[in-house]
Nanobody
Framework: QVNLVESGGGLVQPGGSLRLSCAAS????????MGWFRQPPGKQRELVAR???????DYADSVKGRFTISGDNAKNTIYLQMDSLQPEDTAVYYC???????????????WGQGTLVTVSS
């Protein structure tokens, strides 16, 4: 029903920046939220940042002031600008979308395949 394509991960030195993008496509009635989660090595998946309609944002405390989430509604795409990256930001980053396939349908979730972000000197 929804396909997510992520891009932008890679290796960066501490203090550097990366920009992730996630584009949603497929058959759905509406998207109610899109966001990024991450899973550090050996740890559980956690919320990084999320956009919810009508335009609210949520950030994990650990990334406030360093990461910025934005979206392009026309393209069903979100971006995560990550600045001042630190080794503890190393993780697989997953895009998540919450959506309905009909006006009164159940809210559904879909995950991207994940993109690795490594912060190391």
């Amino acid at each position: 029903q929804v396909n997510l394509v992520e891009s932008g991960g890679g290796l960066v030195q501490p203090g550097g920046s990366l920009r992730l993008s996630c584009a949603a496509s497929g058959s759905f009635f509406e998207i109610t939220a899109m966001g990024w989660f991450r899973q550090p090595p050996g740890k559980q998946r956690e919320l990084v940042a999320r956009l919810t309609t009508p335009g609210n944002t949520d950030y994990a405390d650990s990334v406030k002031g360093r990461f910025t989430i934005s979206g392009d509604n026309a393209k069903n795409t979100i971006y995560l600008q990550m600045d001042s990256l630190q080794p503890e930001d190393t993780a697989v980053y997953y895009c998540n979308v919450r959506f309905r396939i009909s006006p009164y349908g159940t809210l559904l979730n879909e995950w991207g395949q994940g993109t690795l972000v490594t912060v190391s000197s």
